[in-house]
């Protein structure tokens, strides 16, 4: 069963994809970023491929009313980068109106050279059509040595207002880590999900001690948690955290964590992004129920 046969009994509704408005919501769960105390809802968006479709108009108005659900839900953080394709451009035509008084504006720098880095964020800053960005991160540590200390520059500038790096696919651990004690930066981006734990060993508590705030790329480890280990529904736990699906327990699982800032499900579906923001309401599993969540899945 994939992850939309497992909507269930919520797929007669998913059609309509209807996210109630956020002043009609419980409140939401946020976390602060340790370097100000700003508060982010929990949950983000993340592009890479969902939203690479620029010159498919159909493709490009579901974006937009995936975007205005997704603030309408009460999520601000949409991260992307200019290795996604066009999704910097489809950004940038499809934000809804009003979007800037919430957005949280995070991409990347993916370039060799601190010259050619520049102009790659003043391109990205051309697309998203924002005066400045967020956050700017360093795109899997390409040539971070150059472009972080320009980063940090333009953050003293007042041109954005966070830096950081950033890794995926558990790649690079050893240079994330040496990065996060070395280096002042604001954020870091790593790989954490049910199925892939590593960083709650190194990573995560040095996050924790450094006072950086931890954005989680591939929760749903690029959709492989999905298949045969969730063709069965929930097991008992999931009412104790008001989940309905293992898509909304496996993001729970994630922000959770105490040093986890912000997870960033990427998708191209309006009823899937519902299900990704109704894990910002209701409980969450403590450390124990962590542990049984982890182990359910990987004995199933």
Not at 142 to 154: I, S, T
Not at 241 to 250: D, H, L, Q, R, V
Not at 288 to 300: H, P, V
Request: one cysteine or more; glycine letters at 8%; proline letters at 6%.
């Amino acid at each position: 069963m994939d992850r939309r046969k497992a909507l269930g009994f919520l797929a007669a509704s998913a059609a309509a994809a209807v996210v109630r408005p956020a002043e009609a919501q419980a409140p939401i769960l946020e976390r602060p970023i340790p370097a100000s105390g700003e508060r982010l809802p929990a949950i983000g968006m993340g592009t890479w491929i969902t939203f690479d479709v620029a010159g498919d108009a159909a493709a490009g108005a579901t974006r937009a009313a995936i975007l205005s659900d997704f603030f309408t839900a009460g999520g601000r953080l949409v991260d992307s980068s200019p290795m996604y394709g066009s999704s910097e451009e489809v950004l940038g035509e499809r934000m809804p109106p009003g979007a800037a008084g919430r957005l949280f504006a995070a991409t990347k720098v993916w370039t060799v050279g601190a010259l050619p880095g520049r102009k790659q964020v003043e391109a990205s800053r051309a697309l998203w059509k924002v005066k400045r960005f967020d956050l700017l991160q360093v795109h899997n540590f390409l040539d971070w040595e150059a472009h972080l200390p320009v980063l940090q520059a333009m953050k003293r500038e007042g041109r954005v207002r966070y830096v950081g790096v950033t890794t995926s696919h558990g790649r690079r651990h050893d240079l994330a880590a040496e990065i996060m004690r070395t280096r002042k930066i604001d954020f870091v981006q790593f790989t954490y999900n049910v199925a892939r734990r590593e960083v709650e060993r190194d990573l995560l508590p040095i996050a924790a001690e450094r006072g950086i705030a931890v954005i989680v790329n591939r929760p749903f480890d690029g959709g492989d948690l999905f298949g045969p280990k969730t063709a069965r529904a929930l097991p008992g736990w999931g009412r104790e955290i008001g989940c309905a699906t293992w898509a909304e327990a496996f993001l729970k699982f994630i922000v959770s964590h105490p040093a986890v800032t912000c997870a960033i499900p990427a998708t191209s579906r309006r009823a899937h992004l519902a299900e990704n923001m109704r894990a910002l309401a209701g409980p969450l599993p403590d450390a124990a129920l962590r542990r049984r969540i982890a182990e359910d899945y990987e004995k199933a």
